[in-house]
Nanobody, 122 residues
Framework: QVQLVESGGGLVQAGDSLRLSCAAS????????MGWFRQAPGEERVFVAA????????LYADSMKGRFTISRDNAKNTVDLQMNSLKPEDTAVYYC???????????????WGQGTQVTVSS
């Protein structure tokens, strides 16, 4: 079974940077697509970014492109999300996910972490 554990969330000011990390474990995670999603209070979960573990190919939501960067570290078995120039509207619970399909839809992912809270103050 694939297990995902997010970390790195916290309270920051607008304009600050934050790096989230997703620790992956299990026998097959390196064959999967890894994604980051976020969910603001009272809102639906939305796609942030995704990466193919094996190739490093990335995909970003248009609103995140240029500010957020997804990457993976083969030595540490982590998928990270570097967030720069944070805005109050970035406030949300951020989730790490894994699945077989190259997709921006949360329904396409099979494994999920518990989430980590990111709060951006103005």
């Amino acid at each position: 079974q694939v297990q995902l554990v997010e970390s790195g969330g916290g309270l920051v000011q607008a304009g600050d940077s934050l790096r989230l990390s997703c620790a992956a474990s299990g026998p097959t995670f390196r064959r999967l697509v890894m994604g980051w999603f976020r969910q603001a209070p009272g809102e639906e979960r939305v796609f942030v970014a995704a990466i193919r573990w094996s190739e490093g190919t990335t995909l970003y939501a248009d609103s995140m492109k240029g500010r957020f960067t997804i990457s993976r570290d083969n030595a540490k078995n982590t998928v990270d999300l570097q967030m720069n120039s944070l805005k109050p509207e970035d406030t949300a619970v951020y989730y790490c996910a894994a699945g077989i399909l190259w997709s921006t839809r949360g329904e396409s992912y099979d494994y999920w972490g518990q989430g980590t809270q990111v709060t951006v103050s103005s």
